[in-house]
T-cell receptor
Framework: EAEVAQSPRYKITEKSQAVAFWCDPI?????LYWYRQILGQGPELLVQ????????DSQLPKDRFSAERLKGVDSTLKIQPAELGDSAMYLC?????????????FGPGTRLTVL | QKEVEQDPGPLSVPEGAIVSLNCTYS??????FMWYRQYSRKGPELLMY????GNKEDGRFTAQVDKSSKYISLFIRDSQPSDSATYLC???????????FGQGTRLTINP
């Protein structure tokens, strides 16, 4: 069964350092999402890609966060510099076309701890 | 006030019990309602999806939507220990509107 892959699964870093997360969506899925899930809360959308284009990044803190999906396949989310409040689970999801009725399939997430 | 409110629990019930999980929302434009299940250290997985008001049943799971009250529910019959997880409601107005999640309810089914 096809799955969304994410790496690393866990990351511990010190504040002010740079971190990067990688996501490989299900093959053929045009839409890719990055979510942040703070412990005890639901996921919150950070950025949505349709192929290589950003569709929604309204909740992405652009002063420190960046995301790219250069060839419309895998994607990288970067934080520079990391802050204590960035500690969270970062989830990647993909769907076939991005229409609302398309199921979003989530990866296992990257748990980030900022010390 | 959050757009979607969900009691975080935790909720602990004996095996075989009927479980009721609920969310309320404030945005009357929401038309699509989903329930996700999230096991520990895993990403969420879609459990049920409902459009507009009404009921939908899938095996032991029933989703209800009452748009007039802005209230949605998920019922689990004959609950099993394997149902122990965090349950997240999510909703959207459709089109290009993003999913808005509740904070999740942590459920434990005791053998």
């Amino acid at each position: 069964e096809a799955e969304v892959a994410q790496s690393p699964r866990y990351k511990i870093t010190e504040k002010s350092q740079a971190v990067a997360f990688w996501c490989d969506p299900i093959s053929g899925h045009a839409t890719l999402y990055w979510y942040r899930q703070i412990l005890g809360q639901g996921p919150e959308l950070l950025v949505q890609f349709q192929d290589e284009s950003v569709v929604d990044d309204s909740q992405l803190p652009k002063d420190r966060f960046s995301a790219e999906r250069l060839k419309g396949v895998d994607s990288t989310l970067k934080i520079q510099p990391a802050e204590l409040g960035d500690s969270a689970m970062y989830l990647c999801a993909s769907s076939s076309r991005g229409g609302f009725t398309d199921t979003q399939y989530f990866g296992p997430g990257t748990r980030l701890t900022v010390l | 006030q959050k757009e979607v409110e969900q009691d975080p629990g935790p909720l602990s019930v004996p095996e075989g019990a009927i479980v009721s999980l609920n969310c309320t929302y404030s945005n009357s434009a929401f038309q699509y309602f989903m329930w996700y299940r999230q096991y520990s250290r895993k990403g969420p997985e879609l459990l049920m999806y409902t459009y507009s008001s009404g009921n939908k049943e899938d095996g032991r799971f029933t989703a209800q939507v009452d748009k007039s009250s802005k209230y949605i529910s998920l019922f689990i019959r004959d609950s099993q220990p394997s149902d122990s997880a965090t349950y997240l409601c999510a909703m959207s107005a459709g089109g290009a509107q993003k999913l808005v999640f509740g904070q999740g309810t942590r459920l434990t089914i005791n053998p």
